[in-house]
């Protein structure tokens, strides 16, 4: 039995799901967290301690905050003493005018989706420091590459999310630790939702693998770079079908 422990963010639906079942399947006992979905979070929890021999705990909170994220590892300490993967899944989006856009929301974006890639990090890092390994994937998107129209702010902490994953890896590589990210396209998930069925169908055109990914596809990819080669590193790797 696998006695590693995955530590993954934004887990209670969605790619963050998807990939706490993947991981859960191959053996990696878990930490899933949660901002708000706390019932969904315990149903994930649930289906996988009935389903698979493996440890799984819950801790909802702000990964936004720091303050959270550092009692958040010294609460389950030991659990962590065998941290070895870390998911950066929690992220938000927001769609609208560059100019209608606040700052009280850009902030919540940037906290969201980049900071709490830094503060999970830095809790996390040093424990596999003392054991020299360890896999972090964060979940990105292709428009942190090419930048996407009233996506100013989501595009921004996508793109600092890559820059983020390359000056890392190159950090940790001495170390044998490994840091990639997966650059996702459009991928059936709820963040989707807001599109109309028109829109979704001109989407859906405009990709020439002709339809949307799928979250098991994404978990799938999470589960071959943990377990893969640890002289890949540093990389950000599209997940669109040839979209971008």
């Known amino acids: ?24 399947a191959a053996g990696y ?7 708000k979905n706390k019932d969904l979070l315990e149903e994930v929890k649930n289906h996988i301690t009935l389903k698979y021999p493996v440890t799984c705990l819950t801790h909802p909170c702000d990964i936004g905050d720091p303050n ?7 609460k389950y300490n030991d659990h962590f003493q065998n941290l070895s993967v ?52 964060n979940i990105s998107s292709v428009w942190g590459i090419s930048g996407a129209s009233c996506e ?6 996508k793109g600092g999310v890559n820059t983020f994953t390359k000056a890392l890896a190159k950090e940790l590589a001495p170390s044998n630790i490994q840091v990639n990210a997966i650059a996702c396209g459009a991928i059936e998930t709820d963040m989707n939702d807001w599109l109309s ?12 693998a002709g339809r949307l990914g799928k979250t098991a596809e994404v978990a799938a990819l999470v589960l071959s770079l943990v377990s893969g080669n640890d002289y890949l590193t540093g990389q950000v ?3 669109d079908g040839g979209w971008i």
């Not at 006992?29 to 901002?35: F, I, Q, R």
């Not at 959270?68 to 010294?74: A, D, G, K, L, R």
């Not at 950066?88 to 906290?111: C, K, R, Y």
């Open 86 to 137: 870390i998911i950066n899944n929690a992220g938000i989006s927001h769609v609208g005018l560059f100019t209608d856009m606040e700052p009280t929301q850009w902030q919540t974006i940037l906290d969201t989706n980049l900071s709490s890639v830094f503060y999970v990090c830095r809790y996390g890092v040093p424990l596999m420091l003392q054991k020299k390994t360890g896999k972090i994937i």
């Open 1 to 24: 039995m696998n006695q590693k422990t995955a530590l993954i963010t934004g887990a209670s639906r969605g790619i963050g799901k998807a990939i706490a079942l993947e991981l859960a």
């Open 197 to 208: 069925d028109k829109e979704l169908h001109g989407l859906v055109e405009d990709i020439p």
């Open 152 to 157: 100013v702010a989501y595009s921004a902490t």
């Open 237 to 239: 790797i599209p997940f």
């Open 68 to 74: 959270e994220v550092i009692q958040m590892y010294q």
């Open 29 to 35: 006992h878990l930490m899933l967290t949660c901002h």
